[in-house]
DNA sequence: CACACGTGGTC
DNA sequence: TGACCAAGTGT
């Protein structure tokens, strides 16, 4: 039975402290929802807002997007990174339009099933587009949950079948709680139980927080890598996606030779973007958006 | 299952 | 200042 010692002050602290965000409107659309949820995969909220806007604007249908060549979806990225996503997101609008009638499916499976589109996604579309029960494990869950119910400052690497089970058993019963549930854990992991300095006096459940009681420990698991960045292929291939999206049209070889030194690797990379579908080879030294 | 995949802000 | 972090997915 779900636990409604910690339902009801959460579900209190999210009516109060809700964040106003497009994507959460009464009025938003499924297809709103499923953009900001292919933005928000490993991105701040602050930096998706202005880019969901413009987006929605000139595509505000699965079948607006589908209808235009996909570079444009991958210059209207921007700079939110792992342009992959746009990619993924123009698929997505495709196989809406193709297999869906234009309309967001809101079926778990069926939206496990378009690209880009993983456990997590499709079971936020799912709840927060149309208000089913289903068990939303992202980063901010699983960090309260470990905490409040765990006792750890934070989860694992991947995600466990024990913690799966246990985030399971707290979701209240009927359809609209489950979600608003959802919504609002993520947001109190977003906004109060936060990876670095959480504001514990703020928090709704901190006298039934295990980490508390526990006199926060430091996490004890293996170790979580840093990820590189100076050198790498990623920022080789941010280097080279960028000259591509800030010019108008295709740009030459000398003009990508110029955003990144060591050749090999740049050339190794900018085969990479054109196996990825992110560049294509038009000409003779000469590269576009797809 | 570990790793690749962008970008920029924060403490 | 640099390490860590932000609503994961695909392979």
């Known amino acids: 039975m779900p636990d409604s010692t910690l339902h009801e002050p959460v579900l209190d602290w999210y009516d109060e402290h809700a964040r106003d965000l497009p ?15 292919l933005m928000l995969q490993q991105t701040p909220v602050v930096r998706v807002l202005p880019v969901h806007a413009a987006w929605l604007e000139r595509w505000p249908t699965p079948a607006a997007l589908a209808a235009e060549p ?9 700079r939110l ?5 746009a990619l993924r997101l123009h698929a997505a ?3 809406i339009t193709e297999r869906h009638d234009g309309l967001v499916p809101d079926d778990h499976g069926a939206l496990l099933a378009l690209p880009g589109v993983g456990d997590y996604t499709a079971a936020a579309v799912a709840s ?9 494990l992202d980063t901010n869950v699983r960090r309260v ?4 119910v765990g006792g750890a400052e934070h989860p694992r690497p991947s995600v466990t079948k024990a913690e799966r089970e246990e985030a399971a058993l707290l979701v209240p019963d009927d359809d609209a709680t489950a979600a608003t549930w ?3 854990v993520m947001e109190l992991g977003a906004l109060v139980c936060t990876a670095a300095g959480p504001r514990c006096e703020e928090c709704p459940v901190a006298d039934q927080c295990a980490w508390r009681a526990a006199g926060y420990p430091a996490y004890d698991g293996p170790a979580r890598r840093a990820q590189a960045w100076d050198g790498t292929d990623r920022q080789c291939r941010g280097r080279l996606m960028a000259v591509l999206r800030d010019a108008d049209g295709p740009v030459r070889r000398s003009a990508l030779d110029a955003a990144w030194g060591p050749e090999a690797q740049r050339l190794r990379c900018l085969a990479a973007l054109v196996a990825d579908g992110l560049l294509v080879h038009v000409a003779e030294d000469v590269y576009a958006l797809p």
């Open 128 to 136: 927060f587009a149309f208000g089913r029960r289903h068990v939303v």
């Open 70 to 78: 996909v570079g444009e979806a991958v210059r209207a990225w921007g």
């Open 145 to 148: 949950l470990g905490r409040v």
């Open 182 to 184: 959802a919504v609002a």
């Open 93 to 95: 609008a495709v196989a």
């Open 81 to 85: 990174g792992y342009p992959r996503r």
């Open 23 to 37: 994507w959460r409107r009464p009025e938003a659309s499924p297809w709103s929802v499923l953009v900001s949820e």
